[in-house]
């Protein structure tokens, strides 16, 4: 059986961390990710206690490059599926602003995001 929303974008994101993944659905492993936990990101950025929009950025970057590497960027055609409403929900309205710097991220990065709404249908395809 295939999973329609194939590859979905999962957001981690805490006070002090922003872990990103892309899930492939049909088997449950993780493609790609992408933290500020990682030493070579962590040491490019200046977070000090708190990740920022800035951070949320690189993160986002990071994982459309390595999504590139990995041949995804365009979700074997069928686009990579993120819930931005369900994301904001769960991180609260404060993390609002990184949860849209690594969308933007993707996107200006050239990974191909459907961004789906509240009801499950797909609304916007970058």
Do not use: P
Not at 4 to 32: C, E, H, P, Q, W
Not at 34 to 42: G, L, N, P, W
Not at 80 to 98: L, P
Request: net charge positive.
């Amino acid at each position: 059986m295939t999973v329609t929303k194939r590859y979905v974008l999962r957001l981690f994101i805490s006070l002090k961390y922003i872990t990103t993944n892309v899930v492939d659905r049909n088997n449950g492993r993780i493609v790609a990710t992408a933290s500020t936990v990682e030493h070579a990101i962590k040491s490019a950025l200046e977070c000090g206690r708190s990740c920022n929009a800035k951070a949320a950025a690189v993160v986002g970057e990071v994982l459309a490059m390595r999504l590139k590497v990995e041949g995804l960027d365009q979700g074997q055609g069928r686009g990579i599926h993120a819930d931005v409403n369900k994301e904001i929900e769960k991180k609260g309205f404060k993390s609002q602003t990184k949860v849209w710097a690594i969308v933007n991220a993707l996107k200006n990065n050239g990974v191909k995001l459907i961004l789906d709404d509240d009801h499950g249908s797909s609304s916007n395809i970058f």
